[in-house]
Nanobody
Framework: QLQLVESGGGLVQPGGSLRLSCAVS????????IGWFRQAPGKEREGVSC????????FYTHSMRGRLTVSRDNAKNTVFLQMNKLKREDTAVYYC??????????????????????WGLGTQVTVSS
C-alpha cells in the first residue's frame, strides 16, 4: 500500500526558507512521479512542482520558479521541496502525491492533479511576520 507523509511545514517570515519532506513507502520510487501541490483557504489545489523519478527531471510552476528545488534521497525514500524567498501568498497546506509513471516516461510538464492517485495528509506552511 502506498503511503506518503509530509513534514517540515511551519511558520516562517517573508523572505525565509523551508524544506518540506515527503517520506514514501510501499513502492519503488523509480516507477513514479512525485508531485507537490498546495491549497490555500478558499482556493483550488494547485500543482507547484514535480519530479520524474526515473530520470530526475523536474518541473516547477511559473509563479514559484527560481524559488523551488525538488530533490530526492534514495536511501531514505524521501523527496524534498526546498522553498526560498517565501511570500505571504505562499501560505497554504502543501501536499505530496504519487502518480504511476507513463510508459516511456516522457513528460514535458507535470501530470495534472487528476493523475495522482495517492496523497499525503499535507503540512501547513504559513508565511507571516
Amino acid at each position: 500500500q502506498l503511503q506518503l507523509v509530509e513534514s517540515g511545514g511551519g511558520l516562517v517570515q517573508p523572505g525565509g526558507s523551508l524544506r518540506l519532506s515527503c517520506a514514501v513507502s510501499g513502492f519503488s520510487l523509480d516507477h513514479y512521479v512525485i508531485g507537490w501541490f498546495r491549497q490555500a483557504p478558499g482556493k483550488e489545489r494547485e500543482g507547484v512542482s514535480c519530479i520524474i523519478l526515473s530520470n530526475n527531471s523536474t518541473f516547477y510552476t511559473h509563479s514559484m520558479r527560481g524559488r523551488l528545488t525538488v530533490s530526492r534521497d534514495n536511501a531514505k525514500n524521501t523527496v524534498f521541496l526546498q522553498m526560498n524567498k517565501l511570500k505571504r501568498e505562499d501560505t497554504a497546506v502543501y501536499y505530496c502525491a504519487a502518480s504511476a509513471a507513463r510508459p516511456g516516461n516522457y513528460y514535458s510538464q507535470c501530470p495534472t492533479k487528476y493523475e495522482f492517485a495517492d496523497w499525503g495528509l499535507g503540512t501547513q506552511v504559513t508565511v507571516s511576520s
